[in-house]
């Protein structure tokens, strides 16, 4: 299965923080990334938000839901 990823300006809107904010992460390994072959930055989506009951799982589903109501 491939996983969903998105630039960091939309990771930043998604999660509400600053672009600083999602870098601090990145550095810090609280969010997955990889880079394209053109150098940007692509994170994980399934890595943004974290199941507050489960910290090893991801809150997917609550990112899906934040998206397709953002794209409304």
């Known amino acids: 299965m491939e996983r ?3 630039s960091i300006m939309k ?3 998604l999660v509400g923080v600053s672009r600083r904010t999602i ?3 990145l550095s810090s390994g ?3 990334y990889v ?3 053109g150098g940007s ?3 994980f989506v399934d890595t ?3 199941d507050p009951h489960h910290a090893d799982r991801p809150a997917s ?7 397709q109501r953002n794209q409304a």
């Not at 589903?61 to 998206?67: F, T």
């Open 4 to 6: 969903k990823t998105i």
């Open 23 to 25: 870098y601090n992460w």
């Open 41 to 43: 930055v692509r994170i």
């Open 11 to 13: 990771a930043c809107e």
């Open 48 to 50: 943004l938000w974290r």
């Open 35 to 37: 880079r394209t072959a």
């Open 61 to 67: 589903d609550v990112v899906w839901q934040q998206e």
């Open 30 to 32: 609280k969010i997955e």
